[in-house]
């Protein structure tokens, strides 16, 4: 067998001629595409970091670059960093000393099918650790502009997809007191990005005929915490300033949970609609949390909402015009700003927060979906009941300190069909109201429930105060006019006024006691009124005390505030 065998081969000694040169083909092709490859990636880095400076018209620098030829060309770079076009021109500009972009790696594949005069068609460029970082409009000068010859280069690239994992962009701000604002991308991919074909220079103006790029991107917002899912296009880039590059979107904001701001809570979802630029937005959308509430107090309302707003994309800034909105049954609107300033220096401050200014306008309400919010813990009675409209400003400061104890309300406010929740107080009006008119042996008869009052007046809201300064309240038979603070934690009560009644006074006491005081009747008229009297409210809201000031009544001044 082993004599046949060796027969074989000397008899057809032509096959290992035959074999052993296709193996050092094989290996010659082999060593020619490694030497081509090694020698290839000088090159087509040059051609890379070429287009790219072309497209963006800006100082570009790649660390690394290879390739490998395997079913293909596979390419991998390190390093990639994309200057401000204001660099270019040598110019030294405050707060741009770093890239507009820079990427920690970068790989894509493409077939091995080029033909002269096309582009090199990439399908897919995948992206990882991408930072842009966005100086201010000031910041960018007029680019030089260059227009690329005929000929230039034999190579081209086309890139149909951008696929980018674990991306940051921060928009820079020339404002002062402002901070630049960061957005943390998990992943992002744009598309069409060849779709237009190579792009010329014209009129200083690189992005000239470019078309928009559509894009996916899911971003994780830091306050309040929770991802955003954004659909949209993108483009064309403004090379002479990337602010300006158009942007128009969609998005989807899912269970954010606003306990991130010191003083409220609950889960925020919100769906909209934004176009603009980058520096510049116009959204429109809408916002619901459907428990909503201030921590302290902890009685959750739901919050629905519907806005209109300018957005600054370089820090954040919000200018709401307006919002309409629903606290429980409760409509009102809101417009104002919410920008994004540095904290308080004081100890355990924040590095930054948000300064709320709101005028708001509450119309078709019930004040006891707004005075729920401010219960005390456990408490899910309301001080009172009845329909308000107010008209206010809100202000509320960054900083540590919870929202109900730093924010500030002021303004002017009505409340219809009133009633109290404390029957003691109920109680008080009605007999009250039944003396005013001269009817006091009702108060024992008559239910106090079936009362209803009207209350006016000017409030100032502040450390979990509410001052009312000009309190004016009436009931059938009765004109009550008020100044002094209530308590909103507490419910400590302290006020002082007068009681207008339209009966005299001895029809309002009654009685045998009546007779005997009518002829002090002239002592108590006073301004039109049958009866005037100095009173005064304190306590608590549920243990309040009323009483009559009889140092006010023998001409001594009162000594509140």
């Known amino acids: 067998m082993t004599e046949d065998r060796a027969s074989f081969w000397k008899r057809h000694r032509w096959l290992i ?112 650790g991408m930072h842009i970082a966005m100086p201010p409009k000031s910041h960018f000068g007029r680019a030089a502009v260059t227009t690329a010859g005929p000929g230039k280069s034999m190579v081209h690239f086309q890139v149909d997809e951008l696929d980018c994992t674990d991306a940051e962009l921060v928009m820079g701000t020339s404002k002062p007191g402002k901070l630049p604002l960061n957005f943390a991308i998990k992943h992002f991919k744009l598309t069409g990005i060849g779709a237009g074909g190579p792009i010329h220079p014209k009129d200083g103006d690189l992005s000239s005929g470019a078309p928009a790029m559509g894009f996916d991107a899911e971003l994780t917002n830091p306050r309040p915490v929770g991802t955003i899912h954004s659909t949209g296009f993108f483009g064309p880039w403004k090379v002479a300033d990337p602010g300006e590059s158009a942007i128009t979107g969609d998005y989807r904001f899912d269970h954010a949970d606003l306990a991130i701001f010191n003083g ?11 176009q603009g630029t980058l520096r510049e937005l116009v959204a429109d959308g809408d916002a619901d949390v459907a428990d909503f509430r201030l921590t302290h107090f902890g009685n959750p309302m739901p919050l629905r909402t519907h806005f209109h707003a300018r957005v600054d994309g370089t820090n954040g800034d919000t200018w709401l015009e307006p919002v309409d909105a629903m606290l429980g049954h409760s409509h009102f609107t809101a417009q104002g700003q919410i920008v994004r300033v540095p904290a308080s220096d004081a100890p355990g401050a924040p590095s930054l ?14 004040i006891e979906d707004f005075t729920q919010l401010a219960c005390a813990p456990r408490r899910t009675t309301p001080l009172l009941t009845g329909d308000v409209a107010v008209k206010a400003n809100l202000h509320v400061p960054p900083g540590p300190v919870p929202v109900h104890q730093k924010m500030t309300l002021a303004g002017t406010f009505t409340l219809d069909q009133v009633q109290f929740t404390s029957e003691k107080i109920q109680k008080w009006i009605e007999e009250l109201s039944l003396r005013g008119q001269g009817r006091p042996g009702d108060v024992k008869t008559t239910d106090a429930a079936t009362l209803r009052s009207r209350m006016e007046g000017t409030f100032k809201l502040g450390g979990g105060v509410m001052a009312l300064p000009a309190l004016r309240y009436t009931v059938p038979g009765a004109d009550i006019q008020l100044k002094g603070t209530y308590g909103v934690e507490g419910g400590a009560l302290d006020f002082a006024g007068t009681v207008k009644l339209d009966a005299p006074v001895s029809k309002a006491v009654g009685g045998w006691k009546g007779l005997l005081l009518k002829p002090a009747d002239r002592f108590f008229k006073k301004d039109g009124a049958g009866t ?23 001409g001594k001044p009162e000594d509140r505030n």
């Open 264 to 274: 409220i809570a609950g889960i925020l979802n919100s769906t909209g609609h934004y």
């Open 353 to 366: 927060g948000h300064d709320i200014a709101l005028t708001i306008h509450v119309d078709k309400a019930r």
């Open 532 to 554: 005037m009297v100095p009173i005064h409210i304190e306590g608590t809201r549920e243990e309040p005390k009323f009483g009559i000031d009889f140092d006010r009544m023998k």
């Open 17 to 128: 001629w035959t074999a052993s040169g296709l193996l050092l083909g094989l290996a010659a092709v082999a060593v020619v595409l490694t030497v081509l490859a090694h020698r290839a990636q000088p090159y087509l880095r040059a051609r890379i970091v070429e287009e790219l400076e072309e497209h963006f018209h800006a100082r570009v620098e790649l660390d690394s670059f290879s390739i490998s030829l395997r079913k293909g060309l596979w390419a991998e770079g390190k390093g990639l960093r994309i200057w401000p076009p204001a660099q270019v021109e040598g110019v030294t500009v405050p707060g741009a000393g770093g890239p507009l972009l820079s990427l920690d790696e970068f790989r894509f594949h493409t077939a091995l099918n080029y033909e002269p005069g096309k582009p090199i068609r990439i399908s897919v460029v995948q992206l990882k």
